[in-house]
Nanobody
Framework: QVQLVESGGGLVQPGGSLRLSCVAS???????????LSWYRQAPGKERELVAS????????NYADSVKGRFTISRQNAKNTLYLQMNSLLPEDTAVYYC????????WGQGTQVTVSS
């Protein structure tokens, strides 16, 4: 069982920036670098959606069209940490952001609230 803890959310004005972090931990034998990782978000009244993903080994990234050019996903395997740098934030980016390891049947964090409002 992998545990994920997100942090870095908060209230920010439109046009501002935030960096989310997600730290993974598990019992012995867990190798963070061997997993594909993702960030999802869920706004009130909407379904959870994929925001960005990064593959194991090559670190290839993929983004939802709505965040391309504004968000950057990255990973630091030595620290078992996943990041999401969010720039030029818009009110429609307001949501609870979740990190995920191992796909829909894998592990999820508890979520961190991001609110973009003036």
């Amino acid at each position: 069982q992998v545990q994920l803890v997100e942090s870095g959310g908060g209230l920010v004005q439109p046009g501002g920036s935030l960096r989310l972090s997600c730290v993974a931990s598990a019992v012995s034998g867990f190798v963070f670098s061997t997993y594909n990782l993702s960030w999802y978000r869920q706004a009130p009244g909407k379904e959870r959606e994929l925001v960005a993903s990064i593959t194991r080994f090559t670190g290839q990234t993929n983004y939802a069209d709505s965040v391309k050019g504004r968000f950057t996903i990255s990973r630091q395997n030595a620290k078992n940490t996943l990041y999401l740098q969010m720039n030029s934030l818009l009110p429609e980016d307001t949501a609870v952001y979740y990190c995920n390891i191992g796909g829909s049947m894998g592990s999820w964090g508890q979520g961190t609230q991001v609110t973009v409002s003036s």
